[in-house]
């Protein structure tokens, strides 16, 4: 069977992985190199920032990524050389008006990952001694984790560019789908190149309503930025993934401390602004006040796909055969994409799938409506 993929995010990454493991043979295409885009932007936290303000379909997938990146990690770490990079380090959360319902989430939703104790100033010291005395209580989530998104997309393409039955096109803008009674039989690139395919699979994130013209469906994702900025401290400085307001702080374990993030409508740009990164530089110093001491190494801004509820579209595409769908993950890329690969895998070879798969179906798409001229 031959697939075309179009987009190398993660979605499109690890879409490509799952398919080509189980015996496909799989073209990848992407409007720049791959890897590039929000998925390198991100900061790699594997779970949704509080949990219980997301739809139930949000976690039911984003509860899969920590368990399917350690499996992958494993197999491909001894050919790329490359470390995910999957750092314990738990989260600590300050909004006191989040305490009640994250103490009450792992159990009222059987999600043990979930688990969090109530803190107070004592405890709080021994788990991250660098916590601003603003903050007398902190609910505690020992068993998150965060995996650094750049190396695990850098294995990934390492390890799908020498696979047998993987074909990368970058800096390759897919212009159209070639559909022909209601199926779908390829791609056409924006030089004319024409490659056939069994199926074709949509993983282009926040450039995914740039389809929705030729398949007649209404796709509301969009592009929301998100601006972050990184610290450099020693090795294993800060203990763990700190939370407030929204504003997060993600230490890694070299000493990279990731800073974000903020919620824009910019269109397609990806410009920082001084006010945005002074907004995320206050909030982080009001949780870590001795962060700075430390140099600023790195600002930078990603296009989150924003969709309804951030609930993806995952599956087969309405009315056109061999067309599917893996995107509109909003916030949640990283840590639902190993469970949305994995769930489009299992939709795209008939096979028994992990969750009910009805929730994410692009059934939800409205169809588009004409305008004649």
């Known amino acids: 069977m031959h697939i075309a993929i179009i987009g190398a995010g993660i979605s499109g990454l690890m879409s490509a992985l799952e398919l080509a493991e189980q015996g496909c043979s799989v073209d990848i295409f992407d409007q720049q190199l791959a890897g590039q885009a929000a998925s390198w932007a991100g900061g790699g936290i594997l779970s949704p920032m509080y949990p219980w303000r997301y739809a139930p379909e949000v976690n039911q997938l984003a509860q899969y990524g920590k ?71 902190a609910i505690y989530f020992p068993h998150l984790s965060n995996v650094r998104n750049p190396r695990l997309l850098q294995s990934l393409i390492c390890y799908l560019k020498q696979h047998p039955a993987v074909r990368f096109f ?56 998100g601006q972050m900025l990184l610290f450099k401290t020693p090795e294993n400085w800060l203990p763990t993934m700190c939370m407030n307001r929204v504003m997060y702080l993600i230490p890694r374990q070299d000493g990279h401390i990731v800073c974000g993030s903020s919620m824009a409508e910019t269109g397609f ?5 001084a006010d945005t990164q002074q907004n995320i530089l206050t909030a982080c110093l009001e949780m870590v006040p001795e962060l700075k001491q430390f140099p600023i190494v790195k600002r930078w801004a990603g296009l989150r796909p924003s969709s309804p509820q951030g609930i993806p579209y995952i599956g087969a595409m309405p009315e056109l055969e061999n067309l599917w769908a893996n995107f509109g993950h909003f916030r ?42």
Request: glycine share 6%; net charge negative; aromatic share 6%.
């Open 67 to 137: 368990p399917l990146y350690q499996i992958w990690n494993e197999k491909l770490l001894p050919i790329t050389g490359i470390d995910f990079q999957i750092h314990d380090t738990g989260m600590l959360i300050f909004d006191q008006e989040d305490f009640e319902i994250g103490l009450n989430y792992a159990t009222r939703h059987q999600e043990p990952m979930q688990h969090c104790e109530l803190l107070n100033r004592p405890k709080l010291e021994k788990i991250n001694p660098y916590i601003s005395q603003q903050f007398q209580q």
């Open 170 to 225: 970058e800096q390759c803008p897919v212009e159209k789908l070639m559909i022909q009674n209601k199926k779908v039989q390829g791609i056409e690139t924006e030089d004319g190149q024409k490659f056939s395919a069994d199926h074709v699979v949509i993983t282009s994130g926040a450039w995914s309503q740039q389809w929705q013209q030729q398949i007649q469906r209404h796709i509301p994702v969009h592009p929301v930025q």
């Open 332 to 373: 949640n890329g990283l840590c639902m994409g190993s469970g949305s690969a994995r769930l489009l895998r299992q939709l795209v070879l008939g096979q028994d799938t992990l969750v009910d798969p009805n929730a994410y179906s692009p059934l939800r798409l409205k169809q588009q409506d004409l305008i004649s001229c």
């Open 269 to 273: 740009s990806t410009a920082v602004d």
